[in-house]
């Protein structure tokens, strides 16, 4: 039936919509969320230039030559007795699939080294086709290091000489074992049950337990106020906004592990927001609504609970990124309740995401909007197959081996348990924030609107300590540190972990293998490149916890006697323990 206030054109057009949306939807629950059409245009970009171009054509067919003569020679050497150089290494120095002695001896060794220049040829064919687009050109790499990885001789048990002994060795057994562990997986991923192992880990239990009582909750998030562990503490509270892509406890994980008891051993009075896992209601949630009922909702908490003191702000990932948004309109407004500014692995520039960049343009946009729009929100599993492909040499192959071909199972550490607790992005904001942030770079551009008015985050004045990881693929180090830039009218202090973008934040002092450098850039001071950074900050052995911990106890008062946790009466009465209903939503 024709809606009353449409045209049959309309009707159609609305029609027509969404048949579309749910074709889509219906391609993204075997894709992974990944678009075949972005795919698709990616690949017909490299491959129409690439047709275009002989002289490229000529150059690669001039190294699959010399590359044919290398394999050749070093075959010929090795069936004659000698002991040539490999004619090929890994491509990346995070590689070890071929580093066993068995990988070797002969014929695997020819295996792997043919393996491996027919990785270094692919590398030269989809780089450097002039005319491809540079997000192109990264998809097309990107595609064809999973089709080489999936083919890999070391993920077949005919060619790979260490499952092969290990099979020998047990008679076939850890086959076996590891037919019943692929078995075993499915049903969970079918069932949507946590991983083997994940079990082990209770949040409340084993993780996220320092002590605390949720004062406040609305419909996206609780606001959790951690209980004293001095006599006394600093007057200043800290407010922790963490990613709503992930549950808050990544910086509660066990005890000895966790940011959080941390401060609060330290004598800060900590509060931290743990965000609602959305559902189909909440799909109309927009990035707006997670700053006011978010941040802006906690600090008027934190400000009864707490009254006549400013807050030390923290923001982790998206929450960071967050925080942001909110101090520029707080600054915008004349708000100055911020006493300063922390951001962990958190970015305000997105013209260099990193790896997640491969996923993000016009039509993966797109076709992410469609898929949201079936269910209301995007789900986690998507997100999590996505970062998964980023690194499916170490996330998804090397468990094969492991579990499936050798038989075995590793213990979940507690960073694996939260890993697999995964949640939900709603529509709007999902959406919002793509095209906003990633897309549009609207935040550092000057074109963010709040309220109807712009905000700009270069008002943002709060001391601010900087937090980027070495080995991060979400929220590169080069473009956290970008803070920098943005921020003239501020004092900036920057420290570089070692470490991804979770592990190189749960760094606990007394981490054996843990460096990181600290940097501080004081208001009229020139700005320090990230290169002339590496060259001129030393590095210093362990956690960066204890200088993050002093920088906040200089910009705090003389301790004072503790605050209430939540009030006696009115609205920020404690409404259950720690950690709340919301982190154990499913």
Avoid at 188 to 196: D, I, Y
Avoid at 217 to 246: D, F, G, H, S
Avoid at 285 to 309: C, F, K, Q, S
Avoid at 382 to 407: E, P, T, V, W
């Amino acid at each position: 039936m024709v809606h009353p206030m449409m045209s049959d054109t309309e009707e159609g057009e609305r029609q027509a919509l969404t048949v579309d949306r749910l074709y889509h939807a219906g391609i993204g629950r075997f894709s992974l969320g990944l678009s075949p059409a972005a795919l698709s245009l990616a690949a017909f970009d490299w491959g129409i230039h690439l047709a275009a171009q002989p002289g490229k054509q000529f150059a690669l067919m001039e190294e699959a030559g010399r590359d044919a003569m290398r394999f050749g020679a070093y075959a010929a050497g090795r069936l004659t007795g000698t002991c040539p150089e490999p004619c090929a290494g890994p491509s990346s120095g995070e590689d070890d699939r071929f580093e066993g002695k068995q990988w070797q001896n002969f014929p695997y060794d020819l295996i792997h080294q043919g393996f491996l220049l027919t990785q270094q040829w692919w590398q030269s064919a989809t780089t450097g086709v002039r005319g491809v687009t540079q997000h192109h050109e990264d998809v097309v790499r990107f595609l064809s290091r999973q089709v080489l990885d999936f083919y890999s001789p070391s993920n077949y048990l005919p060619t790979n000489p260490e499952v092969l002994e290990e099979t020998v060795r047990q008679g076939g057994a850890n086959l076996m074992r590891g037919f019943a562990n692929a078995l075993e997986d499915t049903e969970r991923n079918l069932s949507e049950r946590p991983p083997v192992g994940a079990e082990e880990w209770q949040v409340g239990e084993d993780l996220a337990c320092t002590p605390g009582k949720v004062v406040y909750r609305n419909r996206v998030m609780e606001l959790i106020q951690y209980e004293p562990a001095t006599k006394t503490v600093y007057p200043e509270p800290v407010l922790i906004v963490p990613a709503w892509i992930m549950k808050y406890y990544i910086l509660d994980l066990r005890p000895g592990r966790s940011l959080i008891e941390y401060l609060v051993n330290k004598g800060h009075t900590v509060f931290t927001i743990s965000w609602k896992n959305p559902g189909r209601d909440d799909s109309n949630l927009g990035m707006d609504d997670y700053r006011r009922d978010g941040v802006m909702a906690a600090l008027e908490a934190i400000n009864h609970i707490v009254p006549e003191r400013k807050v030390h702000s923290v923001g982790y990932c998206l929450g960071g990124t967050l925080l942001m948004l909110a101090a520029a309109t707080m600054a915008r407004d004349g708000d100055d309740r911020l006493a300063s500014m922390t951001l962990l692995a958190a970015q305000a520039d997105f013209t260099e995401p990193g790896e997640l960049e491969l996923f993000i343009d016009e039509g993966q946009v797109t076709f992410l909007e469609d898929m949201m729009w079936e269910q209301g929100y995007l789900d986690g599993s998507k997100m999590a197959g996505a970062f998964q492909l980023l690194r499916s040499n170490d996330l998804i192959y090397s468990r094969i081996i492991h579990d499936y071909l050798m038989g075995k199972r590793g213990s979940v550490i507690d960073l694996m348990a939260w890993n697999a607790d995964t949640t939900r992005l709603p529509y709007r904001m999902h959406s919002e924030y793509l095209r906003r942030l990633f897309l549009n770079n609207d935040f550092v551009e000057g074109r963010y609107d709040v309220g109807g008015q712009p905000i700009h985050i270069g008002d943002i004045q709060l001391p601010t300590f900087a937090v980027g990881t070495e080995k991060d693929h979400i929220a590169p180090w080069r473009s956290v540190y970008k803070i920098n830039r943005f921020l003239p009218q501020a004092d900036v202090t920057f420290a570089l972990t070692t470490g991804g973008h979770n592990a190189g934040i749960v760094t606990p002092p007394g981490h054996p293998r843990r460096t990181y450098r600290l940097h501080t850039r004081r208001v009229g001071e020139l700005y320090l490149p990230p290169e002339l950074y590496l060259e001129q900050v030393g590095s210093k052995t362990g956690s960066w916890w204890p200088d993050w911990e002093a920088w906040l106890r200089e910009r705090s008062g003389s301790r004072v006697a503790p605050p209430p946790v939540g009030l006696t009466e009115g609205s920020y009465q404690p409404l259950a323990e720690a950690p709340g209903t919301y982190v154990k939503q499913r």
